[in-house]
């Protein structure tokens, strides 16, 4: 088997076991708030509706894009598949290697953001993906990318140091320096600069990585995509039953508007797929499906909402104290 038939059969069962734990995730937690009278409105069904699709033209492709919409566990879930590829990379891609400009390529990956019902569960999003360009007259140049990163709104010290310890242990068959350096990597990334905070409390980021040859990056990146639920799911289970009311609702819905904020103006995932022609419902399917922006807005002093701004900042959540 071929290094992309390696990598497209991971990426479909990665996609499929991450959707079988989301829709049992939601759909528990839709009994449970039946029984318990806990969560009024949605069912929690647990059911990704699947859109399988193809491009052709300068683009060809296909996918496959599932949304799990109004759950009683997460207000919406998306896990996508694609596998696409064009004549001539897009600017985006080409940015950071000039050398590849106008070269054909092909990229696979999946991408996971989940958008929780309850303000206490953090957002979540991971990424792995492939890449390969065919510059003229050279030989194929390969690289692996990815991550997964965490966006809480009410941060609890125990969550967010469980994110970073499963962070920590993956990488280290992969060196000592590994986790510092992609950890660093991701909150340089996810940074918003027009605002001069972080997205959330970071996690992990990578890109451009060959250097290990294709069967050791290839172990890197499966860890890394098989480590998302490890992190994120204890989290949910910790967090999925702590009341809320409308303050905490309206100041997630508020802070949402962060998170679109960053993936329109500053993600280089989106902007490829947009200057690529790339299928548009595919990938906005990472933006929340309420948000609100309000003009001015400041939380109260010294409330919860007010601390959160203090965890909005590079640390080392492994080591020192905490906000």
């Known amino acids: 088997m071929d290094q992309l038939a390696l990598v497209e059969s991971y990426l479909r069962d990665l996609q499929d076991r991450i959707c079988a734990a989301f829709a049992a995730a939601d759909a528990a937690h839709g009994c449970a708030s039946a029984a318990g009278g806990r969560m009024p409105g949605a069912a929690g069904t647990g059911a990704f509706a699947e859109d399988a699709w193809t491009r052709s033209g300068h683009l060809t492709g296909q996918g496959r894009s599932r949304v799990l919409k109004d759950g009683a ?12 590829g064009g004549d001539a990379l897009p600017a985006a891609a080409s940015a950071l290697r000039p050398e590849l400009a106008g070269a054909s390529w092909r990229a696979l990956g999946v991408s996971v953001v989940v958008h929780p019902r309850n303000p206490h569960v953090p957002t979540s999003h991971a990424n792995v993906r492939y890449f390969e360009a065919q510059p003229p ?36 068959p992969f060196g000592p320096r590994r986790y510092a350096e992609h950890k660093a990597w991701c909150d340089r990334y996810f940074w918003l600069k027009h605002r001069d905070e972080a997205r959330g409390v970071g996690g992990l980021f990578f890109d451009d990585l060959n250097a290990d040859g294709f069967e050791r990056s290839f172990a890197y990146q499966r860890a890394v995509g098989d480590g998302y639920l490890d992190a994120f799911l204890p989290i949910v289970a910790a967090r999925r039953d702590t ?72 640390r080392d959540w492994l080591g020192g104290d905490f906000p």
């Open 73 to 84: 566990l997460f207000e919406q879930a998306g896990v996508g598949f694609s596998d696409v």
């Open 137 to 172: 007259g050279r030989a194929p140049v390969w690289w692996f990318g990815g991550g997964f990163d965490l966006t809480p709104f009410y941060p609890v010290d125990a969550d967010v140091r469980h994110w970073h310890r499963v962070a920590r242990n993956l990488c280290k």
């Open 243 to 314: 009341p809320y009311g409308e303050r905490e609702r309206e100041f997630q819905l508020y802070r949402r508007g962060r998170y679109v904020e960053f993936n329109l103006v500053w993600d280089r995932g989106t902007l490829f797929g947009l200057q690529s022609g790339g299928r548009t419902e595919s990938i906005l399917m990472s933006l929340p499906p309420r948000v609100r922006f309000e003009y001015g807005y400041q939380p109260e002093a010294g409330s919860r909402e007010a601390a959160l701004a203090k965890w909005l900042k590079p």
